[in-house]
Nanobody, 132 residues
């Protein structure tokens, strides 16, 4: 049974940093397209960053170099380091995994495009609140 568990959310002031963690069980990250997503109440979920099975990363335009996605294969854990946070970054953040988007292009499309709902597995999210 696949399980993704996010942690690391919290409340920080604008300009601060947070590191989100996604621990996986029941799957091996290196075989999956992984992504970080976020959602604000009343708005559609959007992709933040992707990490494909080859290790290539991709980011949404709004990241503007502030976030870094990485994996620890030994721990089967995905991270999202977020720096220079802005109030508009406040959202519930989710990690997700997709076993079928095996190419760099398909993983990028799945994580940053309109077909994010096709990700196979989702965590329950961790809340990030940025105050001005």
């Amino acid at each position: 049974q696949v399980q993704l568990v996010e942690s690391g959310g919290g409340s920080v002031q604008a300009g601060g940093s947070l590191r989100l963690t996604c621990e996986a069980s029941g799957l091996i990250y290196s075989s999956y397209c992984m992504g970080w997503f976020r959602q604000v109440p009343g708005k559609e979920r959007e992709g933040v960053a992707g990490f494909d099975s080859s290790g290539a990363t991709s980011y949404a335009d709004f990241v503007e170099g502030r976030f870094t996605v990485s994996k620890d294969h030994a721990k089967n854990t995905l991270y999202l380091q977020m720096n220079s946070l802005k109030p508009e970054d406040s959202a519930m953040y989710y990690c997700a995994a997709d076993r079928d988007s095996t190419t760099q292009l398909s993983c990028r499309r799945r994580t940053l495009g309109r077909h994010w709902s096709g990700m196979d597995y989702w965590g329950k999210g961790t809340l990030v609140t940025i105050s001005s």
